[in-house]
């Protein structure tokens, strides 16, 4: 019993709480990557350069390549060097920065900096629960996973009708869908720390989660603003 709960040295509490520190820490370095970037270019003009020049084909161009870069992130994970997987990770959250970009042009700043307070404290909560929790989430990983791809597709189509995606019903749904998923994505870290005995292994692993993570804030975040937000 005694050396179940110890590993490489110290106790297997203490390694899953620096794991959990790294990953968050990985995942702060790259939410606080995309609000730098995407205020320098939106301050910079950049964005907008970039739209008169590409127009709508803009948009889809920096969509495509944030697909590319999460493939690639997710590809041979186990296999490419922790350094790789950080950078991939990082450029992700400067590509999401230009898409950010916009946000200055449809809300005004009071509402961004309110949206995203509340996003922390309520992402903060969660994290908590997820962290602490003894309920066995991983069972529920099916079912968000598959009224995430409902939702996607559902705004996908009211998107091709003509129609806003951003209704209060979808948001509604998004907002709690991604709340599971954040505890869940929490719960998942903890498991795979523990499945996993290569301390290389649980470097890019660590990464990982931290990746999930952000996207999980990332999501919170836009449905929070399009809930409370005052359009500019």
């Known amino acids: 019993m005694y050396e179940q709960n110890y590993q490489n040295g110290y106790p297997m509490e203490e390694g899953m709480r620096k794991h959990a520190m790294r990953t968050f820490g990985w995942m702060g370095l790259a939410l606080l990557v995309t609000a730098i970037s995407a205020a320098f270019f939106y301050f910079s003009g950049i964005y907008l350069r970039l739209y008169l020049m590409l127009g709508g084909l803009g948009y889809f161009l920096m969509i495509a390549l944030q697909f590319g870069v999460v493939i690639a992130f997710s590809a041979r994970l186990t296999e490419r060097s922790v350094g790789t997987t950080r950078m991939l990770f990082l450029a992700y959250a400067l590509i999401t920065g230009l898409t950010f970009s916009v946000i200055g ?9 309110f949206a995203f307070g509340i996003t922390a404290i309520y992402y903060g909560a969660l994290a908590v629960i997820g962290y602490t929790t003894r309920i066995n989430l991983m069972k ?3 079912l968000l996973y598959i009224s995430l791809i409902v939702l996607i597709i559902s705004e996908i189509v009211l998107a091709l009708m003509g129609t806003s995606g951003d209704t209060m019903l979808l948001t509604t749904i998004g907002l709690l869908i991604f709340t599971g998923l954040t505890a869940y994505d929490v719960q998942k870290m903890k498991v795979l720390y523990l499945q996993c005995e290569d301390e290389v292994l649980r470097e890019r692993l660590s ?3 931290a990746f999930e993570l952000y996207l999980d804030f990332i999501n919170i975040f836009m449905y929070i603003l399009q809930m409370i937000g005052n359009r500019d």
């Open 140 to 142: 529920f990983g099916p």
């Open 105 to 113: 042009l449809l809300y005004d700043a009071r509402s961004i900096m």
């Open 207 to 209: 990464v990982y989660s």
